[in-house]
T-cell receptor, first 114, second 110 residues
Framework: GAVVSQHPSRVICKSGTSVKIECRSL??????MFWYRQFPKQSLMLMAT?????????EQGVEKDKFLINHASLTLSTLTVTSAHPEDSSFYIC??????????FGPGTRLTVL | EDKVVQSPLSLVVHEGDTVTLNCSYE??????LLWYKQEKKAPTFLFML????IEKKSGRLSSILDKKELFSILNITATQTGDSAVYLC??????????FGTGTRLKVLA
């Protein structure tokens, strides 16, 4: 299957700082990538859909100014958590949609905000 | 509102047992249904189903979709401890996004 990488895998930061997470498609071009967050023992919650060359589409309740998404190339999408607070601590996962409707996930980034 | 419901929420079985996981959905403009296995990190892809009645199989895992009754099942035969995971069902809709169920947490005891 297609390979999606995510970096960093784990980040710990102080409250008020910004954190950037990168999502890369390694062996294919991804016109559409998705960003999810997952709390412990819960399912994935879609935050936004990232389309190359255009603005991301955010789900209801997700703050655009807090979670900045940039999909500047066909192989890279970034999520920046601005002015992070402890309640932003979560597992963030990106994915890319490939041929037909298959979706492959990156390995995830565990964010801890102190 | 689109929704995907999985049952049971959790399940404990012994090695060698067969399990059936359920996924029902109410989604506008259904395109496909996908099953994933999630252990400690991100989900890994198992199956994608688009047509009713056609079973997909991979080793001890199989899955089938019923588009009339709006559900899918995932079967695992001769379970092993390595099958312990959360199994997620997702529906890809005409709104171009994936809607996930809450998952079924499976624990297989030796």
């Amino acid at each position: 299957g297609a390979v999606v990488s995510q970096h960093p895998s784990r980040v710990i930061c102080k409250s008020g700082t910004s954190v950037k997470i990168e999502c890369r498609s390694l062996d294919f071009q991804a016109t559409t990538m998705f960003w999810y967050r997952q709390f412990p023992k819960q399912s994935l919650m879609l935050m936004a859909t990232s389309n190359e060359g255009s603005k991301a589409t955010y789900e209801q309740g997700v703050e655009k100014d807090k979670f900045l998404i940039n999909h500047a190339s066909l192989t890279l999408s970034t999520l920046t958590v601005t002015s992070a607070h402890p309640e932003d601590s979560s597992f963030y996962i990106c994915s890319a949609r490939v041929w037909d409707d298959e979706q492959f996930f990156g390995p995830g980034t565990r964010l801890t905000v102190l | 509102e689109d929704k995907v419901v999985q049952s049971p929420l959790s399940l404990v079985v012994h090695e060698g047992d067969t399990v059936t996981l359920n996924c029902s959905y109410e989604v506008t403009n259904f395109r496909s249904l996908l099953w994933y296995k999630q252990e400690k990190k991100a989900p890994t892809f198992l199956f994608m189903l688009t047509s009713s009645g056609i079973e997909k199989k991979s080793g001890r895992l199989s899955s089938i979709l019923d588009k009339k009754e709006l559900f899918s099942i995932l079967n695992i035969t001769a379970t092993q401890t390595g099958d312990s995971a959360v199994y997620l069902c997702a529906v890809y809709s005409g709104t171009y996004k994936y809607i996930f169920g809450t998952g079924t947490r499976l624990k297989v005891l030796a």
